[in-house]
């Protein structure tokens, strides 16, 4: 079983930056693809960024493309999210997520995080 959580959600206004942490515990996910959705009040569930295990392959969506950076640390067993240029639509609670797939934009991944809130002021 993996365990994954979030953080270094907050609220920051716009054009600040924000690094998210997820740490991951129970199995090591050195072999295994990580991942960001976000969920936005009233919105469905979107892919963000993945990642796959060697860090070779990334996999970004286009509305933070140029301002997001996914990276992991494997030693370490945890994953990150650099986010600069933030905008009010960016807030949303963000999800890390994990399985043994490619880095692909699809909610079908096997293991998930209870997610950290974003909050973007304009």
């Known amino acids: 079983q993996v365990q994954l959580r979030e953080s270094g959600g907050g609220l920051v206004q716009a054009g600040d930056s924000l690094r998210l942490s997820c740490a991951a515990s129970g199995r090591t996910l050195s072999m295994y693809t990580m991942g960001w959705f976000r969920q936005a009040p009233g919105k469905e569930r979107e892919f963000v960024a993945a990642?796959?295990?060697?860090?070779?392959?990334?996999n970004y969506a286009d509305s933070v493309k140029g301002r997001f950076t996914i990276s992991r640390d494997n030693a370490q067993n945890t994953m990150y999210l650099q986010m600069n240029s933030l905008k009010p639509e960016d807030t949303a609670v963000y999800y890390c997520?994990?399985?043994?797939?490619?880095?692909?934009?699809?909610?079908?991944?096997?293991?998930w995080g209870q997610g950290t809130q974003v909050t973007v002021s304009s």
């Open positions: 990642i796959d295990w060697s860090a070779s392959r990334t």
């Open positions: 997520v994990s399985d043994s797939g490619p880095p692909r934009a699809t909610t079908k991944y096997d293991y």
